[in-house]
């Protein structure tokens, strides 16, 4: 700001314009070849802004990202959050016609795209002659990414339009906590949703609210912030910032004048490791399994090959973990911080689990809640400690507007409970004697077979332990006695020598109930998961039905 006192509001623009100056010829963001201190990256996001502003970007307007990690990315945040737009992630793996979609519901009135991805663009149902702004991003590091590519008409290039514009501030009249921040979410069992926040209530419940590691609480006004400004902080989320838990945790870290290293494109874990030797890595988080067990591998197979001095904490958010990769984790990197994150892009972050070395730990996270979280049974009625009742999970607090136009939706999921609105995200648990809250499962996902009820994360849990399991989602499918019989779809670790059913339901048994164990295998050569690493049920329940081995 102007007058150097920091931010008057929780405005994401007012507050990044507030923090780069002080810590300007700092490093900001790093991703495969791109470099940028805070100055470039302010610099070159004023520059698109005002670009965007004179094709006619106007507030209120949203800007599609369909794009892998990239400075580009968070620069087209910045640009439009400064002209009171709104950015729009979007899942670079979509086809032409879930890109389609998603232009279609949110409105989108531009676009920017990697050059690797235009293929996609040119295959959207009705074309892009409709949108102000269509921008070619070149990919940072072409040799990590496939993709073709395409002439669109209309389009011009990233650099170009950087090029040609000017890089002064951009003023936006009527700036505040009030501007919107969307996130969409979901697209694994359905149609993805985009869940609309107020940026204040965004800045606090999914970025830290000033508070980055969750350590000394959230600041008390905008220009505390200022006061927030780390020493020096080394951050490396494995995550695309198309997905909650890369983008959010990187707009803290940008708060606070840390440095973020994105990974450029597909999971290489000898990359990675050597990213956090190169850059100094304090803390990285990766998103569940299919992400940490291949880094943990790498880690394990060459141990001594990489420097890993700096870190001091690896996390997880986004998908649930293994508790064998949490005890894993915790002797591979004695002393580092282990934390297992959970929370989602409707009710922010709701709670962590540390591990200790040496720690024994069972199913999904286990957390201690904060004062907004509950668990309800199905009267809405607070379950009791210890009574083993399963319950939905809420929280209250800060909390999205709602789902972009869904009203249904969003009347079936914030709910008004004594007075208090309530997020329920679908999520079960149970409240245990201590008060902490054991996690089991999304309710979506449960599979009702026979009367008794089994969450598929509990069970994909135990199976990937397995050492002839590479990768496994579990879904319900048809079945005459049971009504919904408990499936395992298997990508096994040695295709010629798979597992057979026998064999992971001896492996289930001491760990799970009976009802729970598979009645079914179903073996694939990869396990489809978006680029974050969430699970696609909507893929794994079709390939399950169309391979059932023949009774």
């Known amino acids: 700001?102007?007058?150097?006192?920091?931010?008057?509001?929780?405005?994401?623009?007012?507050?990044?314009?507030?923090?780069?100056?002080?810590?300007?010829?700092?490093?900001?963001?790093?991703?495969?070849?791109?470099?940028?201190?805070?100055?470039?990256?302010?610099?070159?996001?004023?520059?698109?802004?005002?670009?965007?502003?004179?094709?006619?970007?106007?507030?209120?307007?949203?800007?599609?990202?369909?794009?892998?990690?990239?400075?580009?990315?968070?620069?087209?945040?910045?640009?439009?959050?400064?002209?009171?737009?709104?950015?729009?992630?979007?899942?670079?793996?979509?086809?032409?016609?879930?890109?389609?979609?998603?232009?279609?519901?949110?409105?989108?009135?531009g676009l920017l795209t990697h050059q690797t991805l235009t293929g996609a663009v040119a295959t959207v149902p009705g074309g892009t002659d409709h949108l102000r702004v269509l921008l070619v991003v070149d990919d940072p590091d072409p040799a990590m990414v496939e993709g073709e590519a395409a002439e669109l008409p209309g389009a011009v290039a990233y650099e170009d339009a950087l090029a040609g514009s000017t890089g002064g501030q951009v003023v936006t009249e009527g700036r505040s906590g009030d501007d919107e921040y969307l996130m969409y979410t979901g697209g694994t069992t359905g149609r993805p949703k985009g869940?609309?926040?107020?940026?204040?209530?965004?800045?606090?419940?999914?970025?830290?609210?000033?508070?980055?590691?969750?350590?000394?609480?959230?600041?008390?006004?905008?220009a505390e912030l200022l006061e927030r400004i780390v020493p020096a902080f080394s951050y490396m989320p494995l995550a695309p910032l198309m997905h909650a838990a890369a983008q959010w945790t990187t707009w803290s870290w940008l708060l606070a004048g840390g440095k973020t290293t994105l990974h450029p494109g597909r999971l290489d874990p000898a990359a990675v490791w050597q990213a956090v030797e190169d850059e100094g890595v304090n803390s990285v988080t990766v998103v569940g399994d299919a992400v940490g067990r291949p880094i943990a591998a790498a880690w394990q197979a060459e141990p001594d090959r990489w420097d890993a001095s700096s870190l001091f904490a690896l996390a997880n958010g986004g998908a649930p973990m293994s508790s064998t990769l949490k005890e894993l984790l915790a002797?591979?990197?004695?002393?580092?911080?282990?934390?297992?994150?959970?929370?989602?892009?409707?009710?922010?972050?709701?709670?962590?689990?540390?591990?200790?070395?040496?720690?024994?730990?069972?199913?999904?996270?286990?957390?201690?809640?904060?004062?907004?979280?509950?668990?309800?049974?199905?009267?809405?009625?607070?379950?009791?400690?210890?009574?083993?009742?399963?319950?939905?999970?809420?929280?209250?607090?800060?909390?999205?507007?709602?789902?972009?136009?869904?009203?249904?939706?969003?009347?079936?999921?914030?709910?008004?409970?004594?007075?208090?609105?309530y997020c329920f995200t679908g999520d079960m648990g149970t409240v245990e004697e201590d008060g902490t809250i054991q996690l089991l499962g999304r309710g979506s996902q449960c599979i009702n077979t026979g009367g008794e009820k089994v969450f598929p994360e509990e069970v994909e849990s135990a199976l990937v332990d397995h050492p002839g399991v590479t990768d496994v989602l579990v879904v319900g499918t048809p079945d005459e006695r049971w009504g919904s019989a408990v499936t395992a779809v298997v990508a096994?670790?040695?295709?010629?020598?798979?597992?057979?059913?026998?064999?992971?339901?001896?492996?289930?048994?001491?760990?799970?109930?009976?009802?729970?164990?598979?009645?079914?295998?179903?073996?694939?050569?990869?396990?489809?998961?978006?680029?974050?690493?969430?699970?696609?049920?909507?893929?794994?329940k079709a390939a399950a039905e169309a391979n059932l081995p023949s009774k």
């Not at 201190?37 to 996001?45: F, H, K, V």
């Not at 609210?209 to 905008?222: A, C, K, Q, T």
């Not at 809420?394 to 969003?410: F, H, Q, T, W």
């Open 1 to 109: 700001m102007a007058d150097g006192i920091g931010s008057k509001s929780y405005n994401y623009a007012d507050l990044w314009e507030s923090v780069w100056p002080l810590v300007a010829d700092r490093e900001a963001l790093v991703c495969g070849p791109q470099r940028r201190t805070y100055a470039q990256l302010a610099d070159r996001a004023n520059r698109l802004a005002n670009y965007l502003r004179a094709a006619g970007i106007v507030p209120g307007d949203r800007i599609g990202l369909f794009l892998r990690n990239d400075a580009a990315y968070i620069e087209a945040m910045i640009a439009a959050f400064s002209l009171r737009a709104t950015p729009v992630n979007m899942n670079h793996r979509y086809t032409g016609v879930e890109l389609g979609h998603l232009m279609t519901d949110s409105s989108a009135v």
């Open 195 to 222: 869940v609309v926040w107020r940026q204040e209530d965004a800045f606090f419940a999914l970025v830290g609210g000033g508070d980055p590691m969750r350590l000394n609480g959230p600041v008390s006004e905008p």
């Open 331 to 421: 002797e591979l990197f004695p002393g580092r911080a282990i934390l297992d994150g959970f929370g989602s892009s409707e009710a922010g972050v709701q709670g962590s689990q540390r591990i200790e070395a040496g720690q024994a730990v069972s199913g999904l996270a286990r957390f201690t809640p904060g004062p907004m979280t509950g668990v309800f049974d199905e009267e809405f009625r607070p379950v009791e400690p210890g009574s083993g009742t399963i319950g939905r999970v809420a929280n209250a607090g800060r909390l999205p507007l709602g789902y972009l136009n869904d009203p249904v939706k969003s009347a079936e999921t914030f709910i008004e409970v004594d007075g208090k609105r």
């Open 492 to 540: 096994p670790t040695d295709p010629s020598a798979p597992p057979t059913l026998a064999e992971l339901r001896d492996h289930l048994r001491t760990q799970l109930a009976g009802y729970k164990l598979p009645k079914h295998l179903v073996l694939v050569d990869k396990v489809e998961r978006s680029p974050a690493g969430k699970a696609d049920y909507r893929w794994a």
